[in-house]
Nanobody, 116 residues
Framework: QVQLVESGGGLVQPGGSLRLSCAASGSIFSLNTMAWYRQAPGKERDMVATVTNGGTTVYADSVKGRFTISRDNGKNTVYLQMNSLKPEDTAVYYC??????????WGQGTQVTVSS
């Protein structure tokens, strides 16, 4: 089964930027539309952004205009460029397929903390 490894998180000040990566051990093309999700303490996991194999993207209203999702099927990697970060973006970020029957085991995620 494909395994997902998220990286690129860290501590950043409000207004700062981070670029997250999600590296897969196998083909992400086969996982179809991919998404970044995030889970803040005490809250449910929410979808942040999605990208199809053709590159079409959709964003949650809370991140629209600040985050950019992309994918490189040749490198089996999904990216999330996060700009103008806010404290409310603090969460553990995960990637996976948006299609439940294609979804693989969740990775460990990468912690993003936005604080001054």
């Amino acid at each position: 089964q494909v395994q997902l490894v998220e990286s690129g998180g860290g501590l950043v000040q409000p207004g700062g930027s981070l670029r997250l990566s999600c590296a897969a051990s196998g083909s992400i093309f086969s996982l179809n539309t991919m998404a970044w999700y995030r889970q803040a303490p005490g809250k449910e996991r929410d979808m942040v952004a999605t990208v199809t194999n053709g590159g079409t993207t959709v964003y949650a209203d809370s991140v629209k205009g600040r985050f950019t999702i992309s994918r490189d099927n040749g490198k089996n990697t999904v990216y999330l460029q996060m700009n103008s970060l806010k404290p409310e973006d603090t969460a553990v970020y995960y990637c996976n397929s948006v299609i439940p029957r294609l979804r693989v085991s969740w990775g460990q995620g990468t912690q993003v903390t936005v604080s001054s």
